[in-house]
């Protein structure tokens, strides 16, 4: 006894076919998250600051000087 064949693509309803990429959008989305928690550590504190700088910098000044 075998486990159970998994249904091809064109064998799932459509129904089936999006609750399995959801499923794996899911587990995707928590692998990056967990990636991006561990790189965060391992960067240094002045890498940290330095990426800070940056996405404030990207964001944008306010440039109104008007009263």
């Known amino acids: 006894m075998g486990r159970k064949r998994k ?3 064109e064998e799932m ?3 089936e076919r999006l609750q399995e990429e959801n499923e ?3 587990t ?5 998250k967990k990636v991006k928690r561990v790189r ?3 960067r240094s504190p002045r890498a ?3 990426e ?4 404030r910098v990207a964001g944008g000044f306010r440039l109104d000087f008007s009263s």
């Open 7 to 9: 249904k091809t693509w």
């Open 13 to 15: 309803t459509e129904l």
């Open 24 to 26: 794996r959008l899911r």
């Open 28 to 32: 995707e989305v928590a692998y990056l």
């Open 40 to 42: 965060g550590k391992e």
């Open 48 to 50: 940290r600051k330095a």
């Open 52 to 55: 800070t700088v940056r996405e």
